[in-house]
């Protein structure tokens, strides 16, 4: 019996929440494998929820006109909305865990970079970018970057917004 709870353990912490302890009887080893398997079960919703949160929010900031970047604080980016991967003219695959300046690079360079300014400054930053699309037509955007810090209070990301004011230029 304490092998089978040692092996629906190891399986837990891999990562199979779906795993439970044989109950049977009412002694301590018993107890002790319905409180695994409660606790695995409440896990098991706890990540479920947290799945579903996760969901709703990429749902949220998929559905902004805006381009939306996160950078962190080496300017590699960790995620990005559609518009901003429509922008790039990238699959999310291209960019997510790459710096930024290198696949981006038609965007903005790196003297201009309003996260790198941000990243330095610790404080919001706003400019207007200039680029031209793989059609020969050029595109302003007015670019916000914001810290994201940790609960120390230091940067650790950087969300970039990025506006098209083409119309409005």
């Known amino acids: 019996r304490l092998r089978r709870f040692e092996a629906a353990a190891r399986e837990v912490t891999r990562g199979d929440l779906s795993r439970r302890v044989p109950v049977s009887g009412n002694d301590t080893l018993s107890r002790m494998s319905r409180e695994f398997n409660a ?22 900031i998929n ?48 003297g201009d970079c309003p996260g790198k300014v941000c990243l330095a400054k610790g404080e919001r930053t706003a400019s207007i970018m200039s680029w031209t699309t793989p059609d020969g037509r050029v595109r302003h955007e007015e670019v916000r970057a914001s810290p994201m810090r940790d609960g120390a209070g230091a940067v650790s990301f950087v969300v970039e917004v990025w506006r098209d004011i083409t119309e409005r230029r």
């Not at 006109?65 to 699959?91: K, M, Q, S, Y």
């Open 39 to 60: 606790v695995a079960e409440t896990a098991g919703r706890l990540l479920a929820d947290l799945q579903r949160q996760q969901e709703r929010l990429e749902t949220v």
């Open 63 to 110: 559905s902004v006109d805006d381009g939306i970047i996160v950078l962190d604080h080496e300017r590699t980016v960790v995620a990005a909305n559609e518009a901003f991967l429509d922008r790039a003219g990238r699959r999310r695959e291209e960019l997510v865990g790459r710096p930024c300046h290198e696949v981006v690079r038609s965007l903005c360079g790196l």
